[in-house]
């Protein structure tokens, strides 16, 4: 049985039960894809409103306009605070961080441990040691400058186990 629709654009041959099933097919594919559309629109439709919830387009305008500037009031203030942090770096390099004490007897004769070093240095290990020694006489303090660990002057047993403590 031919069409003559069929005939004149040269499918004459063809059953139309075969193009009835095709377009069967299309309209259920169709179906499905506006289907899938409504909820892909209902979805959004949701979440707009939640977004609009009981706002208008200018209040809208309004609180986009105050974030961008509370975001610019949160940059500056991160800029600020990371110049602090770098000057509070810079000076804290140059006090003193590490500390170094060594109890000792200075004479066999003194009992107690009432003589001491003391180890102040920065980060660099720079700073200054300061010993006190304890005998029947009195007591005698005398300090020593530090330098990258070092002293200029001799170190006493005591004085070096007092630095290796404070550069530990």
Do not use: W
């Not at 209902?42 to 707009?48: I, P, Q």
């Not at 940059?75 to 605070?81: A, I």
């Not at 009992?111 to 300061?130: A, I, P, R, T, Y």
């Not at 007591?139 to 290796?164: D, F, H, M, W």
Request: charge should be positive.
């Amino acid at each position: 049985m031919g069409s003559p629709i069929l005939n004149k654009i040269g499918l004459g041959n063809i059953d139309i039960l075969y193009v009835i099933i095709f377009l069967l097919i299309c309209i259920i594919v169709l179906a499905v894809f506006l289907f899938l559309q409504e909820r892909k629109i209902k979805n959004l439709t949701e979440r707009y409103e939640r977004f609009m919830q009981g706002s208008r387009a200018k209040s809208l305008e309004k609180r986009i306009a105050d974030l961008f500037e509370e975001q610019g009031i949160q940059k500056s203030l991160l800029d600020s605070h990371s110049r602090q942090l770098k000057d509070l770096y810079f000076r804290q390099q140059s006090n003193f961080q590490k500390m170094g004490l060594v109890k000792y007897d200075a004479f066999k004769e003194m009992g107690g441990k009432l003589s001491f070093c003391l180890v102040l240095l920065d980060e660099n290990n720079n700073g200054f040691l300061m010993n006190s020694v304890h005998s029947s006489d009195g007591c005698y303090s005398y300090t020593k400058r530090i330098k990258n660990g070092q002293s200029e002057l001799e170190l006493s047993p005591e004085e070096t186990v007092a630095i290796k403590k404070a550069m530990e």
